[in-house]
Antibody
Framework: EVQLVQSGAEVKKPGESLKISCKGSGYRFTSYWIGWVRQMPGKGLEWMGIIYPYDSDTRYSPSFKGQVSISADKSMNTAYLQWNSLKASDTAIYYC?????????????WGQGTLVIVSS | DIVMTQSPDSLAVSLGERATINCKSSQSVLHSSNNKNYLGWYQQKPGQPPKVVIYWASTRESGVPDRFSGSGSGTDFTLTISSLQAEDVAIYYCQQYLSSPPTFGQGTKVDLK
């Protein structure tokens, strides 16, 4: 079974750093793009960026470029989403997603989501 | 960016009745080289991540009941649930994956009447 398992919920203060993870299993991790999608409380879905674990080729949405970093460790079959300085507006659920085929394809499956709360 | 606009924002349907959700893209998502529409539909139930139900605008994901169907081409698409069941209560999102960044519609909430 293809699965993405994300790290647990986080509660952080503004200005703190954070790195959340997404571990893939049941498929060849290096052969498929892994992306991140944000869902703010009660809101819709926003694509943040994507990485190809084979060579770490990374693309960002213009809305998120410079705000977050996406990385991957292919030896661990794990992708990461990182912030250097969190803001209250980063409070959201973050989903990792696997591209079903090539980079231009739908997302399947989705991880279970990581809730990030940023509050003083 | 391609803007995806869904209608309606919400709808309430009786059990066994038809639910229809529309999705319009600001540019065509039909790829001329392969004649495929780069359009997917996702279902998100409360407290769960989204899951794909339709891709290539009309291909049903494995395991998805055949009461779900997708249609349309170019810029106008429809997700139809032919006979609504209680377990179909969810928010549905369309998404284009033709061009980067991939973009989602704002979502349509489907409830029971």
């Amino acid at each position: 079974e293809v699965q993405l398992v994300q790290s647990g919920a986080e509660v952080k203060k503004p200005g703190e750093s954070l790195k959340i993870s997404c571990k893939g299993s049941g498929y060849r991790f290096t052969s498929y793009w892994i992306g991140w999608v944000r869902q703010m409380p009660g809101k819709g879905l926003e694509w943040m960026g994507i990485i190809y674990p084979y060579d770490s080729d990374t693309r960002y949405s213009p809305s998120f470029k410079g705000q977050v970093s996406i990385s991957a460790d292919k030896s661990m079959n794990t992708a990461y989403l990182q912030w250097n300085s969190l803001k209250a507006s980063d409070t959201a659920i973050y989903y990792c997603v696997k591209s079903a085929a090539a980079i231009g394809s739908w997302f399947d499956p989705w991880g279970q989501g990581t809730l990030v709360i940023v509050s003083s | 960016d391609i803007v995806m606009t869904q209608s309606p924002d919400s709808l309430a349907v009786s059990l066994g009745e038809r639910a229809t959700i529309n999705c319009k893209s600001s540019q065509s998502v039909l790829h001329s080289s392969n004649n495929k529409n780069y359009l997917g539909w996702y279902q998100q139930k409360p407290g769960q991540p989204p899951k794909v139900v339709i891709y290539w605008a009309s291909t049903r994901e494995s395991g998805v009941p055949d009461r779900f169907s997708g249609s349309g081409s170019g810029t106008d698409f429809t997700l139809t649930i032919s006979s609504l069941q209680a377990e179909d209560v969810a928010i549905y999102y369309c998404q284009q994956y033709l061009s980067s960044p991939p973009t989602f519609g704002q979502g349509t909430k489907v409830d029971l009447k």
